[in-house]
Structures are given as structure tokens and as C-alpha cells.
């Protein structure tokens, strides 16, 4: 099974950026579509950027704008440039790989926390 670590996490302030990195074990086209999920506390964990295997992306309203999700197929990895942060922004950012044969996002990284501060 293909590992996911994040990476590129941390404290900013209101309006600053931050990239998060997605390293896969193996490769991204393991997965149809590759995904980044958020999870704030006592909140539910929702959707914020996928991208597909031929590069299609989408965002959720609130990130739209501000987020872009790219891929490096040659590194397995996955990127979120995050600009124009926002403390509602604050949350664990986890990385994720849908396998559309199963219906299922299959694997998950361990996740990586951003705290932006106003």
C-alpha cells in the first residue's frame, strides 16, 4: 500500500502563505484523484482541494481563490500553496488518495497542523 507523509505545516499569521507537501511511497497514480483534507477542532473533517490523475482540479468555496493544489508526477508528490491565510484556516491538513474502483479515499497521511494566528 502507498504511504502519504505531509509535510510543510506550521504558525503564520492572518495573510501569510505556507506550501504543504504530500510524499508518496510510491506512485500518485495509484489513485484517481488526490485530495487535501481539513479537520478543525470539533469540527468535521471536509474536502478542500483534489486534483485528478489528468490534472483536474476543484476547491471548496472557502479556499477558492486563495489555494491551488498542483502535482509533481515525477516526484509523487503532492502540493497546497496556501496564500492569504486566515485563522479560520487553522486546522490539521491531511493528505489523501481516492481509488475510484473502491469508491473510497484508501489512503491517508498522518497529517500536518497550520495555525494562523490574526
Known amino acids: 500500500q502507498v504511504q502519504l507523509v505531509e509535510s510543510g505545516g506550521g504558525l503564520v499569521q492572518a495573510g501569510g502563505s505556507l506550501r504543504l507537501s504530500c510524499a508518496a511511497s510510491?506512485?500518485?497514480?495509484?489513485?484517481?484523484?488526490m485530495g487535501w483534507y481539513r479537520q478543525a477542532p470539533g469540527k468535521q473533517r471536509e474536502l478542500v482541494a483534489s486534483i485528478s490523475s489528468g490534472g483536474i482540479t476543484n476547491y471548496a468555496d472557502s479556499v477558492k481563490g486563495r489555494f491551488t493544489i498542483s502535482r509533481d508526477n515525477a516526484k509523487n508528490t503532492v502540493y497546497l500553496q496556501m496564500n492569504n491565510l486566515k485563522p479560520e484556516d487553522t486546522a490539521v491538513y491531511y493528505c489523501?488518495?481516492?481509488?475510484?474502483?473502491?469508491?473510497?479515499?484508501?489512503?491517508w497521511g498522518q497529517g500536518t497542523q497550520v495555525t494562523v494566528s490574526s
Open positions: 489523501a488518495g481516492y481509488i475510484a474502483t473502491m469508491s473510497i479515499w484508501g489512503s
Open positions: 510510491g506512485s500518485i497514480f495509484s489513485f484517481n484523484v
